[in-house]
């Protein structure tokens, strides 16, 4: 069968310019198209022989004297002379450097922070929430009993998930799993609504967020997260976000 992803899905992919949803879906189709692995070790190759090797070399001093001549103002050394006539220029890029440096800081963080590290978060479960749809992921304890499902977690997590099921009100439990995200090991509890399947992703929250109750949608899932009793919920399903919220109330949203 031949390839029908064009050359810009592997570029991206190789450039770490793909969000994690479509990461998981490319590094699928590489392990099924010879070509676009073939493509992605050529490219692998070519930044290795592109690093190891010196491209940089010293112009001798008639190229430059002739640059010089021929162009007729051009700085010797650009990227300093224009600094000292604009010092104004000269603090807004430390100033830039500074808010690099501590955007970085913050991006590490292995808590919920910022906006930023929210959206992070939502990607990494609405990619995991995809993953677990296909065929054989979904559960590592398939059962409507939540006095089968609760116990399962013992021993796996270091914390205790409450698992209730909802089949009386129209959500009923169908399993769990364990799952990573945030950097750790967290609890998947599966719930049904008709023919939708709605993961609810907890983990341990020592306290409670600053912007909370909050509503994502991305790609065609909503998410909603909540914190409740040191934990942190996330409910995401292709559920109607009214309907996503019954379950979150529920779970005591
Ligand atoms: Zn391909």
């Given at each position: 069968?031949?390839?029908?992803?064009?050359?810009?899905?592997?570029?991206?992919?190789?450039?770490?310019?793909?969000?994690?949803?479509?990461?998981?879906?490319?590094?699928?189709?590489?392990?099924?198209?010879?070509?676009?692995?073939?493509?992605?070790?050529?490219?692998?190759?070519?930044?290795?022989?592109?690093?190891?090797?010196?491209?940089?070399?010293?112009?001798?001093?008639?190229?430059?004297?002739?640059?010089?001549?021929?162009?007729?103002?051009?700085?010797?050394?650009?990227?300093?002379?224009?600094?000292?006539?604009?010092?104004?220029?000269?603090?807004?890029?430390?100033?830039?450097?500074?808010?690099?440096?501590?955007?970085?800081?913050?991006?590490?963080?292995?808590?919920?922070?910022?906006?930023?590290?929210?959206?992070?978060?939502?990607?990494?479960?609405?990619?995991?929430?995809?993953?677990?749809?296909?065929?054989?992921?979904?559960?590592?304890?398939?059962?409507?009993?939540?006095?089968?499902?609760?116990?399962?977690?013992?021993?796996?997590?270091?914390?205790?998930?409450?698992?209730?099921?909802?089949?009386?009100?129209?959500?009923?439990?169908?399993?769990?799993?364990?799952d990573y995200l945030d950097d750790?090991?967290?609890?998947?509890?599966?719930?049904?609504?008709?023919?939708?399947?709605?993961?609810?992703?907890?983990?341990?929250?020592?306290?409670?967020?600053?912007?909370?109750?909050?509503i994502q949608a991305i790609q065609?899932?909503?998410?909603?997260?909540?914190?409740?009793?040191?934990?942190?919920?996330?409910?995401?399903?292709?559920?109607?976000?009214?309907?996503?919220?019954?379950?979150?109330?529920?779970?005591?949203?």
């Amino acid at each position: 069968m031949p390839c029908e992803s064009d050359g810009r899905i592997l570029q991206g992919y190789f450039d770490g310019e793909l969000d994690l949803v479509r990461s998981v879906e490319y590094e699928e189709h590489l392990k099924a198209c010879p070509d676009c692995a073939a493509g992605l070790r050529e490219q692998q190759v070519l930044r290795q022989s592109l690093r190891s090797s010196n491209l940089y070399a010293r112009a001798s001093e008639a190229l430059s004297a002739r640059i010089r001549t021929e162009l007729p103002g051009a700085m010797v050394q650009p990227t300093v002379i224009p600094m000292r006539r604009r010092p104004a220029l000269a603090w807004a890029a430390l100033a830039a450097a500074i808010v690099i440096a501590i955007f970085l800081g913050t991006r590490v963080v292995p808590n919920i922070g910022g906006q930023r590290q929210k959206t992070l978060i939502a990607q990494e479960i609405v990619a995991s929430h995809i993953r677990s749809l296909q065929p054989g992921h979904l559960f590592d304890v398939q059962s409507t009993d939540q006095h089968t499902v609760k116990p399962w977690f013992d021993g796996k997590l270091d914390f205790a998930p409450p698992v209730t099921d909802f089949a009386n009100q129209g959500f009923p439990l169908v399993g769990g799993r364990l799952d990573y995200l945030d950097d750790r090991d967290v609890a998947a509890l599966v719930y049904q609504r008709q023919k939708h399947l709605i993961n609810v992703f907890i983990w341990p929250m020592e306290s409670k967020p600053t912007k909370l109750p909050e509503i994502q949608a991305i790609q065609g899932y909503n998410l909603i997260f909540w914190w409740r009793d040191g934990m942190y919920f996330c409910a995401a399903s292709d559920l109607s976000v009214a309907e996503l919220r019954q379950l979150a109330k529920l779970l005591g949203q």
